[in-house]
């Protein structure tokens, strides 16, 4: 029985069933990221141009060359699945989500935007000397385009 099992694993692998899964998986998958993806990103152009992002204090000159490159890395995985590269087009868009995403930047821009307005209700003078650590710390992050760690600096 056990002989049986490992035989129907080794016929598996053999057959490379797992890797035309992979394939077929990014054949579908790729486009539709892709498109999510694009969407983000003109929804982040958009909210980079608005005053209440400008008023902030951010520098919204790091972030702009931020969306610009992940505009590229867009353009490269597309260049990847034109050219029957699927596997490699799933990597490189897992690492546009997982180094800084779009995603990320607007969470780090609604947090700090968050923080700011809690600074302001704030009256006991320690939480407000809280919050303007937090919130230095993500502005710090932000403007030296550490997305994540402004995200992360931020936690009510």
Request: aromatic share 6%; charged share 35%; hydrophobic share 40%.
């Amino acid at each position: 029985e056990d002989a049986d099992k490992r035989g129907a694993i080794e016929e598996f692998r053999d057959g490379e069933y797992f890797e035309k899964i992979n394939e077929i998986r990014a054949k579908i998958e790729v486009p539709q990221s892709l498109k999510k993806l694009a969407q983000a990103v003109k929804k982040l152009e958009k909210s980079l141009k608005t005053k209440a992002v400008k008023a902030l204090g951010l520098n919204l000159e790091g972030a702009n060359a931020a969306v610009a490159e992940i505009k590229q890395k867009i353009q490269a995985v597309q260049e990847l699945f034109n050219s029957g590269e699927y596997e490699d087009a799933r990597a490189e868009l897992r690492e546009i989500y997982e180094n800084g995403g779009p995603q990320d930047i607007e969470s780090a821009i609604l947090r700090i935007r968050d923080a700011k307005t809690a600074l302001k209700r704030a009256r006991e003078e320690t939480l407000r000397q809280k919050i303007q650590q937090m919130l230095d710390a993500a502005i710090s992050a932000f403007n030296n385009g550490e997305y994540q760690e402004a995200v992360q600096s931020i936690k009510f």
